[in-house]
């Protein structure tokens, strides 16, 4: 195991080439931030929005915002997207890391950086920090993906893989914060990080004009809260909207406690926006900006990724396809007709959990489509199933008969399929057709398999598996 990896409380890490005593972290130590203090919220104003903008002028992408020109015929919304996910690291991070880095004093840049993430924070600040010769080290929990490890080491982080949530990743963090005098960058509490993030919201305003309202994804809070500060600072009739996945709704819930609480988070394809506590300083920012909260589930998120890839050509995660999966759930139904703007806050999602999220869309679009039906055992009764999908024009995806656990007629077999066809229209003439020709036919991802014993091991194939599992 490489030094910056090492976990054994007597082990050192190595940090800016200096090894460091590390000490054992429980989960449940709290080692203070005096940049996100609960008890003393900061709150961003717009001037430290505008100043971020002139100072990371020059170091950030300013991403496109156009039309969208089918998304807009299909959901009857003038809709724009932000496309974020083209700066250099692949999200909005970049804005608030950067600027967060230029305004530390000498000495501070000089000794560098430390901060917890699993992510697209740690890949911003490591990419940023080496563009401008500022040390950064960064604390990733074992479950951030390998790909983000490596890119960060690539970006020239110092990458520390130790614990097995954020939370001690964090205190492991500010503990290497406190021994070494390095500045502990919070990545979506932060107050520069706030101001840095708010500089989207002043190129939506300038790139597009006579908007109505904007969708914006909210996880811990931060881009929410600079970007809807920059926007009703400069055009009050603007709405703000947030959303959230249901699975971890921490923002909505501290807008109606008016505090900030804690939530359970559960697993979600919208894995950047899983923070069970927004920050202090981005709530106390945000709460008077923001018009409506709404949450959105999982099967619309999976469905708006696959819409971006198939409509927009544009590889989105899950984090940032949610204000568009908002729109696609009818949340929403008062921004007809409107002239709205959606960000596209991310694009680094790992290669097989796209498959898992577009196979996922194709189910919630009725194009993936399971089955179970009792067709004879006799020469050619599979035979004839299958010409009847093909004369259908419907993809056979997998399909696999079992005898053992039938209850019926012992010339019978029972056959689980799964097709692909091209909308629920076109499934729903393959299930008239099926019920027509063969009467017990059961629909969906549910199957009674007439008997105690578990569904067969072979059924459970990757294109069955990504409607009832979690990524």
């Known amino acids: 195991m490489p030094a910056e990896e090492a976990t054994s409380p007597s082990e050192g890490v190595q940090v800016n080439g200096h090894l460091e005593k590390s000490s054992s972290i429980s989960s449940e130590e709290e080692l203070f931030d005096p940049m996100c203090d609960p008890e003393n919220p900061i709150v961003v104003k717009f001037q430290d929005v505008s100043a971020a903008a002139y100072k990371i002028r020059n170091g950030i992408e300013r991403t496109p915002c156009t039309k969208s020109v089918q998304l807009s015929a299909l959901t009857g919304i003038d809709l724009h997207f932000k496309k974020e996910f083209l700066q250099q690291t ?9 600027y967060t880095l230029m305004a530390l004093t000498k000495e501070q840049q000089k000794i560098g950086v430390v901060a917890a993430s699993a992510g697209n924070h740690a890949l911003a600040l490591s990419y940023h920090g080496n563009q401008l010769g500022i040390p950064v080290t960064v604390v990733m929990p074992i479950i951030a993906p390998l790909m983000k490890v490596n890119l960060c080491r690539q970006y020239g982080g110092n990458v520390i893989v130790k614990g097995a949530d954020i939370g001690v990743s964090r205190s492991h963090a500010l503990k290497i914060g406190k021994d070494t005098g390095m500045v502990y960058i919070n990545g979506y509490d932060h107050p520069h990080i706030l101001a840095g993030q708010g500089t989207m919201g002043l190129e939506i305003v300038e790139q597009v004009s006579d908007i109505d309202a904007v969708v914006i994804p909210i996880g811990g809070g931060g881009l929410i809260a600079g970007s809807a500060l920059a926007i009703k600072s400069l055009y009050p009739s603007v709405k703000v909207i947030g959303v959230e996945s249901e699975r971890c709704a921490g923002f909505t819930e501290s807008m109606k406690a008016g505090k900030v609480v804690t939530v359970g988070a559960q697993s979600t394809l919208a894995d950047g926006l899983a923070v069970p506590t927004v920050g202090v300083n981005a709530f106390a920012t945000a709460r008077n900006y923001i018009d409506q909260m709404v949450t959105v589930g999982e099967e619309f998120i999976a469905l708006a990724i696959l ?9 989105v995660e899950g984090a940032g396809a949610t204000g568009l999966a908002a729109v696609l759930a009818g949340l929403l139904p008062e921004l007809k007709g409107k002239r ?22 194709l189910a919630a679009d009725g194009r993936l489509c399971r089955f179970v ?15 009847l999908i093909a004369k259908l024009g419907v993809s056979l995806k997998d399909i696999f008969h079992e005898r053992a656990w039938l209850t019926s007629d012992i010339f019978s077999v029972q056959v689980k399929c799964v097709v692909e066809t091209r909308d629920k229209e076109h499934a729903e003439q393959l299930q008239t057709e099926l019920q027509r020709r063969y009467g017990n036919v059961t629909w969906g991802p549910d199957f009674d398999y007439s008997g105690p014993s578990p569904p067969h091991p072979l059924l459970v194939s990757s294109s069955t598996s990504c409607q009832d599992q979690d990524p």
């Not at 692949?90 to 950067?98: I, L, N, P, T, Y």
């Not at 971006?308 to 590889?315: H, N, S, T």
Request: glycine share 14%; hydrophobic share 35%.
């Open 90 to 98: 692949g999200s909005f991070k970049e804005r608030g890391a950067r």
């Open 373 to 387: 039906v009792t067709v004879s055992d006799r020469p050619g009764g599979i035979a004839e199933l299958c010409k």
């Open 307 to 315: 819409r971006l890839v198939e409509m927009e050509k544009a590889v």
């Open 340 to 361: 709205v703007v959606i960000p596209l806050c991310g694009g680094n999602i790992d290669t097989t959990v796209l498959g898992r999220c577009i196979e996922r869309g």
